[in-house]
């Protein structure tokens, strides 16, 4: 099981970015993916979370309180793909972005199952 987190890079306040995360060996329909991040010295947050879709899950998307409004987590199932729309980015949304999957959503990062290796997202002027 592999899950490939891409897209990152250098943008300036204000601009968007598009971060991919692509699994491969599980489907990643039948699992929530959180998207978290990290910055050197300080713990790592949850940014959102997509629930599993079939079910009883109705698939929908939580988001933390800074990241409502401005980003957007949806799934291209063809791709097995989990992607995480950012826009109008701050210079406080610079950090390392992880995608993890699980069962569910959750805030305790060690009830996801698979991890990502991260993309590094930076605003600056």
């Known amino acids: 099981v592999q899950l490939q987190a891409s897209g990152g890079g250098l943008v300036q306040p204000g601009e968007s970015l598009r971060l991919s995360c692509a699994a491969s060996?599980?489907?990643?329909?039948?699992?929530?993916v959180g998207w978290l991040r990290q910055v050197p010295g300080k713990q790592r947050e949850g940014v959102g979370c997509?629930?599993?879709?079939?079910?009883?899950?109705?698939?929908?998307?939580t988001y933390r309180d800074s990241a409502k409004g401005r980003f957007t987590i949806s799934r291209d199932s063809a791709k097995n793909t989990v992607y995480l729309e950012m826009t109008s980015l701050v210079l406080e949304d610079t950090a390392l972005y992880s995608c993890?999957?699980?069962?569910?959503?959750?805030?305790?990062?060690?009830?996801?199952?698979?991890w990502g290796q991260g993309t590094q997202v930076t605003v600056s002027s």
């Open positions: 997509i629930k599993s879709t079939g079910g009883t899950s109705d698939g929908a998307a």
């Open positions: 993890a999957a699980g069962a569910w959503c959750t805030s305790s990062d060690d009830e996801y199952d698979y």
């Open positions: 060996g599980i489907t990643l329909d039948y699992y929530a």
